[in-house]
C-alpha cells in the first residue's frame, strides 16, 4: 500500500470486510472469503487470530469451533497437524473444501492490496507482532485490543510501531492517556448502544478528529442481544433505508465501517456523494 491507513482515510471513508465476505458455500475467514472482499473493494480486511497449542498461528476466530467446524475441541488445545486436518463448514453446516489458513498465508494473500484489521491481537501479540514485520506490513495493519491497561502495557512493549485501536464501549477513558504512551495510536473502535452514549455523539466525533485520530465503527450484527452502533446496522439498511445504517455512520462522520456486506455499502456510499471527502 502506498498510503497509510491515516492519509486514505483523509481522502475517503474506509470499508472493512468482516472477516471477508462469505455465504453460501463460502465459509468466514478463508482463502476465499478474502479474495472476494478484495474483489468487491474492500479498504480493509478483518481477520481474526487463534493459535494453537504447538504455537502455530491461524486465521480463525476463537470459541467459533463448534460453529464453524462442528468440533468440540478448540484450536489452543490441537497441534498444528490437528487444525490442517479440519475443514470449515458451510452456512447449512455441510462440510467444505475450505482448509484453516495459516495467518502468513492471509497476509500474503492481502499484502498490497488492502489494509488489514488483525483482531484478537491479545491472543498472541509477540507471535502476530513477529509474522507482521516478517511480511514487511508494519504500515499496513490495525492491531487491537480491549480497553485495559494491561493491553496498553504490552502493544508499547511488544509492537510500539504498530497501528493500534483500542475498542471503547460507550465512554472513553483511555485517549488521553494513550497519547502520551509510545505506541502508534491511531484511533478508536467505538461500541455505543444509544445515540446518546459519548461515543456516539458529534462532539465526541470532533474532539477525536482534532487530535488527528480515527474512528472505527461497526455496522455489523453478530448477535442481536450486543448493540454495536445504535442500532445504525447491516440489516437495517439491508432491509429498510439505507441510510438508517450506513448513512447515518457516514454522516456522523466516522472514518471506517465494518460491514458484513462489502459491496453494497460500497455502492450506496458511491451513489450518494458520501464515500469521498
Not at 30 to 44: F, K, S, V
Not at 57 to 75: D, I, K, N, S, W
Amino acid at each position: 500500500m502506498k498510503q497509510t491507513i491515516r492519509e486514505a482515510s483523509a481522502e475517503r471513508i474506509l470499508v472493512a470486510a468482516h472477516r471477508g465476505v462469505s455465504g453460501g458455500n463460502i465459509p468466514c475467514n478463508t482463502l476465499a472469503a478474502y479474495e472476494i472482499a478484495l474483489r468487491q473493494g474492500a479498504d480493509i480486511v478483518e481477520i481474526d487470530v487463534s493459535i494453537t497449542a504447538d504455537k502455530q498461528l491461524y486465521v480463525f476466530h476463537p470459541g467459533m469451533e463448534p460453529a464453524h467446524l462442528r468440533c468440540q475441541t478448540y484450536l489452543k488445545d490441537m497441534t498444528a497437524a490437528e487444525v490442517d486436518e479440519k475443514r470449515f463448514v458451510n452456512q447449512d453446516g455441510v462440510p467444505t473444501t475450505d482448509i484453516i489458513s495459516r495467518l502468513d498465508d492471509v497476509l500474503e494473500l492481502i499484502k498490497g492490496r488492502a489494509y488489514v484489521n488483525i483482531d484478537k491481537f491479545w491472543t498472541a501479540m509477540p507471535e502476530i507482532t513477529e509474522a507482521v514485520r516478517r511480511h514487511g506490513m508494519e504500515n499496513d495493519v490495525i492491531v487491537k485490543t480491549s480497553a485495559d491497561p494491561k493491553w496498553f502495557d504490552m502493544v508499547e512493549q511488544i509492537a510500539p510501531e504498530l497501528p493500534y485501536m483500542p475498542i471503547i464501549s460507550d465512554t472513553d477513558n483511555c485517549t488521553e492517556a494513550l497519547l502520551g504512551r509510545n505506541i502508534n495510536f491511531i484511533g478508536a473502535e467505538v461500541l455505543f448502544k444509544t445515540e446518546e452514549s459519548q461515543t456516539a455523539t458529534p462532539a465526541y466525533v470532533k474532539w477525536m478528529h482534532d487530535k488527528g485520530l480515527l474512528l472505527w465503527a461497526n455496522s455489523i450484527v453478530y448477535n442481536y442481544k450486543a448493540v454495536l452502533s445504535a442500532g445504525h446496522s447491516d440489516d437495517a439498511s439491508l432491509t429498510g433505508d439505507p441510510y438508517t445504517g450506513w448513512g447515518w455512520l457516514a454522516d456522523h462522520g466516522y472514518d471506517i465501517i465494518q460491514t458484513d456486506w462489502t459491496l453494497p455499502v460500497k455502492m450506496y456510499l458511491d451513489e450518494t456523494g458520501k464515500r469521498f471527502r
